[in-house]
């Protein structure tokens, strides 16, 4: 049911930004929180951000606070994540997720990621 595309990665210089979007289908997006992982090789899949359904609070992990920001845009069943001030240890594959509800329960066993997108943060 659940259907998610990621796009926007690429190859960026440190100290660059890269707008990545993810758009959804099959649902009622409006009603689902929704949120970023990525993974490195190597390490685990790592929760970045989230956003409540209707967009009014939004979460960040540690290592992205004050550098990335998440947004939605409900009318255009889309998220995005903004990212700047790109790092090498930001290179990962940068998947979107979807869960019923007003808020994202990271413990949730139940994830909708899509393929993913690949971010290359180089010299």
């Known amino acids: 049911q659940v259907q998610l595309v990621e796009s926007g990665g690429g190859l960026v210089q440190p100290g660059g930004s890269l707008r990545l979007s993810c758009a959804a289908s099959g649902f009622t997006f409006s009603t689902y929180a929704m949120s970023w992982y990525r993974q490195a090789p190597g390490k685990e899949r790592e929760l970045v951000a989230a956003?409540?359904?209707?967009?009014?609070?939004?979460s960040y992990a540690d290592s992205v606070k004050g550098r990335f920001t998440i947004s939605r845009d409900n009318a255009k069943n889309t998220v995005y994540l903004q990212m700047n001030s790109l790092k090498p240890e930001d290179t990962a594959v940068y998947y979107c997720d979807a869960q019923y509800g007003y808020y994202y329960n990271k413990d949730s066993t139940f994830h909708s990621w899509g393929q993913g997108t690949q971010v290359t943060v180089s010299s």
């Open positions: 956003i409540t359904s209707t967009g009014g609070r939004r």
